[in-house]
C-alpha cells in the first residue's frame, strides 16, 4: 500500500535535489497535501500563501515567466474550483510552466461532505487549452507521473487521493502520456479505470471472473492528452465498453473515452449529484454505490 | 533629467494618444477601450521613457523590468508605448483586434515583444507580479515589476489577497500604479461599488502609500524615484482622468470602451493635434 500525499511531498524533495528551478507553493494546507515535507528540506523554495488559493495560483504564474517550475497544491476542489479563470488567464493562456497537484481528490475527504469532495476538478482540467491531466492509480504511478511533470514544459494537473493506495505497479513502471495500460486480460468486456477504481476495477473482475466473466481491466493515468489509437487498441474489437473513475460520470475519463471508443460507453462513477459526508472511506463509497461490488453489478446488467 | 527632457515625454504622452486613436480607428467594427488608455499614456511614458530599464532591440533581455498590466483592457497605452519606443513597427497598430494580429485585446506575452504576462479576468495581474517579485529575489536578480492597478480592479479580492502576501513576504521588488481615474466600466467608481478609504486600505495592508497628479511626466518619475526609497511595498495613487485629452469623453463611463464615429473620431483627432501643437510650442 502506498500513502499518495507523502509521495507527492517525497518526490518533490527527490526532485529538487537536482532542479533548483522547482518551488513549492501552499495555501495553507501543506500539512494535508504533504508540501510540508518540502518545507522542511528546502525551506527556501517553499512558500506560503495563507488561505487565498487565486492569489497563490497567479503568483505561480510569476514565477514560471521568470524561469521557475512552481507546484501548487490544495485540496482538488479548491485548487481547480476556486482557481479556475486564475489557471485559465494567468497560467494556460500563456502555456506557463505551472504544475498544479489536486490533493484529497475525488470522494477521499469523506468526512468533510460535497464542499470538499471534487466530482468535477477532472472536467475542469480538461477542457483547458494547453493543459494536461494526470491520475495516478498508485505511488510507482505518481511518481513517475510527478517526474514528467517536473521534467517537462507546460500547465499540467495531478489528481491525487487521499486513501491509501495498492500498489499495482512496481519502481521500474515507466509513465508515457497518452497511453492506457491493460492491467488485466480479459475476453468479455473491457473497463478504463482510473485512480482509486483501477484497484476496485480489479476487484470487480474477480467478482466476475467467478460468474465466468472474464473482464479487461485498462489503467488511463493520463486522460489529457489520451491517445486515440491506445484507446482503440485496448478495446481490442470488444463490443462492451465500460469506464469507472471516482469523478462525475460527466466529463471525466467516461466522456474522454466515449469520444474516442466508437460505440456505447458505460460510464460508472458518480452521476448527476454531488457527494456526502460519511463516517468511513467506506461507508461513503458504499452510501454512493461505488464499491467493487456495486461496479461488478454494474458490468453484468449492462453486458 | 531635465525641463527640456521631462517636457518631450510630455509631448510623447500625447502621442501615444494619437496612437490609440491610430489603433482603435473608426471603422464601426471595432471597439476600443479609450478611457482607461487615455488615463494612463503620462504614467506608461513615465514607465518606458525614464524608470523603466528597458530594451527595444531585445525585448527578452535578462536584466530588464517588468510591466504587468493587470488592468488589462487598457492595454493600447502599453502597445502606442511598445511601438513608440521601437519594439514593433508603425504599421502594427492599424491591425489592433484583427485576426493573427501581434496586438490582441487584451495582453497576450507570447504575441506581443514587451508584454510580460496574460492578463484581461481582473484582478490577477498583481499576484503575477508577485510571483515574479518572489523569483527574481529568490535568484538575487535586480529587476523590478511595475504592476498597474485600475482603481475600478480594487473591486477584486484578489489584489488585496496580492497586497497581503507582498507585504507578508516583505517584497520591494515589485511597485504598484493605481490609475485612479475615478471611473469604472458602468459609472463612477464611488457609485458602482463604493470602495472608500484607499489610501488607508493600502497602507493597513503594510504598504507606504504615495500620490501624484497622473498627467504630469516630471511629477510621476519623481514619485516613482521617491517609491525607491521605500524599505516596504509602495503604492503610487495617481490621480488621472478617463478620456484625457479628448474632451467629450473626459470622465464619462460611456466611452471606457468605444467605436468612435468618424466626425467625434476627427474631433478628437483635432483635439489631440492641437494640444501636441500647444506643447511644441511651449
Given amino acids: 500500500m502506498s500513502n499518495l500525499r507523502t509521495i507527492y511531498g517525497e518526490t518533490l524533495i527527490e526532485l529538487a535535489a537536482n532542479d533548483d528551478k522547482i518551488a513549492v507553493l501552499e495555501a495553507d494546507l501543506s500539512k494535508s497535501t504533504m508540501g510540508a515535507l518540502f518545507k522542511a528540506v528546502y525551506p527556501e523554495r517553499f512558500y506560503e500563501f495563507g488561505i487565498a488559493e487565486a492569489n497563490m495560483c497567479s503568483a505561480a504564474a510569476g514565477m514560471a515567466i521568470a524561469g521557475k517550475t512552481p507546484f501548487i497544491a490544495s485540496f482538488a476542489v479548491f485548487v481547480t474550483g476556486r482557481c479556475y479563470d486564475q489557471i485559465r488567464t494567468s497560467v494556460c493562456i500563456g502555456d506557463l510552466n505551472v504544475k498544479i497537484c489536486g490533493s484529497s481528490a475525488g470522494i477521499s475527504d469523506c468526512g468533510d461532505g460535497p464542499t470538499h469532495q471534487s466530482i468535477d476538478d477532472v472536467s475542469l482540467m480538461r477542457t483547458l487549452p494547453n493543459m494536461q491531466v494526470f491520475v495516478p492509480c498508485d505511488g510507482a504511478e505518481e511518481k513517475a507521473i510527478l517526474r514528467y511533470m517536473a521534467a517537462n514544459p507546460g500547465p499540467m494537473y495531478i489528481r491525487v487521493s487521499r486513501v491509501e493506495a495498492k500498489d499495482i505497479h512496481d519502481g521500474s513502471y515507466v509513465f508515457v502520456p497518452g497511453r492506457t495500460e491493460v492491467v488485466r486480460e480479459g475476453s468479455d468486456a473491457v473497463i478504463f479505470a482510473n485512480g482509486p477504481m483501477v484497484e476496485r476495477a480489479l476487484a470487480a473482475g474477480d467478482i466476475l471472473a467467478s460468474s465466468g466473466i472474464s473482464l479487461r481491466v485498462v489503467n488511463v493515468p493520463s486522460i489529457k492528452p489520451l491517445s486515440a489509437e491506445s484507446v482503440i487498441e485496448n478495446i481490442g474489437g470488444l463490443p462492451v465498453v465500460f469506464t469507472a473513475e471516482e469523478h462525475s460520470i460527466y466529463g471525466g475519463l467516461g466522456s474522454a473515452i466515449a469520444e474516442l471508443a466508437g460505440r456505447p460507453v458505460y460510464r460508472f462513477g458518480m452521476p448527476d449529484r454531488f457527494g456526502a459526508s460519511a463516517e468511513s472511506y467506506q461507508a461513503l463509497c458504499e452510501g454512493l454505490h461505488l464499491t467493487a461490488r456495486d461496479l461488478a453489478d454494474y458490468i453484468q446488467s449492462n453486458l | ?282
Fill in chain 2, 1 to 282: 533629467m531635465t525641463c527640456k527632457d521631462f517636457h518631450e515625454m510630455q509631448k510623447t504622452a500625447v502621442r501615444l494618444r494619437l496612437d490609440l486613436l491610430e489603433m482603435f480607428g473608426c471603422d464601426g467594427m471595432r471597439t476600443g477601450h479609450w478611457g482607461g488608455s487615455s488615463s494612463l499614456c503620462e504614467i506608461m511614458t513615465a514607465l518606458y521613457w525614464y524608470k523603466m530599464k528597458n530594451d527595444p532591440s531585445d525585448p527578452e533581455w535578462a536584466d530588464r523590468d517588468y510591466l504587468i498590466m493587470s488592468k488589462g483592457h487598457s492595454v493600447p497605452a502599453q502597445y502606442a508605448a511598445l511601438c513608440e519606443r521601437g519594439y514593433f513597427p508603425r504599421e502594427e497598430l492599424a491591425r489592433f483586434k484583427f485576426f493573427g494580429t501581434m496586438l490582441s485585446g487584451h495582453p497576450e506575452m507570447d504575441r506581443t515583444p514587451g508584454v510580460e504576462a496574460n492578463t484581461g479576468s481582473l484582478g490577477q495581474g498583481l499576484s503575477v507580479g508577485l510571483g515574479l517579485g518572489l523569483a527574481f529575489r529568490q535568484d538575487n536578480r535586480s529587476n523590478k515589476v511595475y504592476v498597474i492597478v485600475g482603481d475600478g480592479e480594487q473591486n477584486e479580492g484578489q489584489i488585496w489577497e496580492a497586497a497581503m502576501a507582498i507585504a507578508a513576504f516583505g517584497l520591494t521588488n515589485v511597485r504598484v500604479i493605481v490609475d485612479c481615474n475615478g471611473v469604472q466600466s458602468t459609472g463612477p467608481v464611488a457609485d458602482v461599488l463604493p470602495n472608500t478609504q484607499i489610501p488607508e486600505k493600502w497602507s493597513s495592508f503594510g504598504w507606504k502609500v504615495f500620490t501624484c497628479g497622473g498627467h504630469n511626466v516630471q511629477e510621476i518619475c519623481e514619485a516613482l524615484d521617491r517609491m525607491d526609497e521605500a524599505d516596504s511595498p509602495a503604492v503610487l495613487l495617481a490621480k488621472t482622468v478617463k478620456g484625457k485629452g479628448v474632451s467629450f469623453t473626459e470622465g464619462l463611463a460611456s466611452f471606457h470602451n468605444y467605436a468612435f464615429k468618424p466626425e467625434e473620431y476627427a474631433v478628437a483627432k483635432q483635439e489631440l493635434a492641437a494640444w501636441l501643437a500647444k506643447e511644441e510650442a511651449r
